[in-house]
């Protein structure tokens, strides 16, 4: 079956320009995580929504981050006015969300999109 | 705020050793514990979950242990091959469902 799906793989920005990255969660997951990841770091949360409602926003480095699922599947990062430190992989997972505790949930990654600000 | 550790950075092993990865938390509130492995230029394959209430899971030659009140987790891999070389992330999945990582264990198995 088809998994997390990115697009674009790679994005090269000039700084200033805005960015949209696109994510398609596996069909079916209710819960969808954005998660950036600097050269040589570990993932840092970004965002989660459970169906079209961002329930944490909390990682979002500045307001030029946002992030949407109008209708609870497909999602959209946002970056606004590109800086060189918004250089990074950025990660989207799902999951089923079985339950209401996480306990045995699995989060299932996407292949990222490498955006570059130059 | 929850901080994940882990020990070493890098490792670089001959072919056929068995070898352990270390992680380590700092807040034991957890529901699970998650073993990720990242190739380069490639996305997370999550390779074992451990729920709060257990102690070890197996899948083939990799076992993941988990003491939540010592808040650590380790990562043993048996009989290494040159395939298994990866970075191995743990992240620890906390308060609404995001999970805190660490840096990451770099392993190279030489053939």
């Known amino acids: 079956g088809a998994g997390v799906s990115q697009s674009p793989r790679y994005k090269v920005a000039k700084r200033g320009q805005d960015v949209a990255l696109r994510c398609d969660p596996i069909?079916?997951?209710?819960?969808l995580f954005w998660y950036q990841q600097a050269l040589g770091q570990g993932p840092e949360f970004l965002t989660y929504?459970?169906?079209?409602?961002?329930?944490?926003k909390s990682g979002l480095p500045s307001d030029r981050f946002f992030a949407e699922r109008p209708e609870g599947s497909v999602s959209t990062l946002k970056i606004q006015r590109t800086q060189q430190e918004d250089s990074a992989v950025y990660l989207c997972?799902?999951?089923?969300?079985?339950?209401?505790?996480?306990?045995?949930?699995?989060?299932?990654f996407g292949p990222g999109t490498r955006l570059l600000v130059l | 705020k929850q901080e994940v550790t882990q020990i070493p950075a890098a490792l670089s092993v001959p072919e056929g050793e068995n070898l352990v990865l270390n992680c380590s938390f700092t807040?034991?509130?957890?529901?699970?514990l998650q073993w990720f492995r990242q190739d380069p230029g490639k996305g997370l394959t999550s390779l074992l979950l451990?729920?709060?209430s257990q102690r070890e899971q197996t899948s083939g030659r990799l076992n993941a242990s988990l003491d939540k009140s010592s808040g650590r987790s380790t990562l043993y891999i048996a009989a290494s091959q040159p395939g298994d070389s990866a970075t191995y992330l743990c992240?620890?999945?906390?308060?609404?469902?995001?999970?805190?990582w660490g840096l990451g264990t770099s392993l190279a198995v030489n053939p």
């Open positions: 807040d034991s509130a957890i529901y699970n």
């Open positions: 992240a620890v999945c906390g308060d609404n469902r995001k999970l805190i």
């Open positions: 929504f459970q169906n079209e409602a961002q329930l944490d």
């Open positions: 069909s079916g997951h209710v819960s």
């Open positions: 997972a799902s999951s089923l969300a079985l339950g209401l505790a996480p306990v045995r949930e699995t989060q299932y």
């Open positions: 451990i729920q709060s």
